[in-house]
Nanobody
Framework: QVQLVESGGGLVQAGGSLRLSCAAS????????MGWFRQPPGKERDFVAA????????YYADSVKGRFTISRDNAKNTVSLEMNSLKPEDTAAYYC?????????????????WGQGTQVTVSS
């Protein structure tokens, strides 16, 4: 079993930055691909970014490329999402997810464990 706990959400003005963190329990974290997804108010949850088990490969939704950066620290069992140049349309609940495979991807159904989410609100 893997437990994921997100932190770092909050209220920020457009153009600002936030860093989300996800702490994972379990000794097999380093063998899992990790992803971030988000769900805006009244909308479906969508892919944001993902990283493979070693951190060597990352993937981003087109809407966040060049603004968001995903990274991981396998020694600390954490994955982070650095968000810069935030826009009001980035407002959403952000979820961390773990995939019991080494290769990351954008498909939600491939992820086996999910955190409770952290709210990010970007004001205009």
């Amino acid at each position: 079993q893997v437990q994921l706990v997100e932190s770092g959400g909050g209220l920020v003005q457009a153009g600002g930055s936030l860093r989300l963190s996800c702490a994972a329990s379990g000794r097999t974290f380093s063998s899992f691909a990790m992803g971030w997804f988000r769900q805006p108010p009244g909308k479906e949850r969508d892919f944001v970014a993902a990283i493979n088990w070693s951190g060597a490969n990352t993937y981003y939704a087109d809407s966040v490329k060049g603004r968001f950066t995903i990274s991981r620290d396998n020694a600390k069992n954490t994955v982070s999402l650095e968000m810069n140049s935030l826009k009001p349309e980035d407002t959403a609940a952000y979820y961390c997810a773990a995939k019991t495979a080494r290769i990351a991807g954008p498909r939600q159904y491939e992820y086996d464990y999910w955190g409770q989410g952290t709210q990010v609100t970007v004001s205009s």
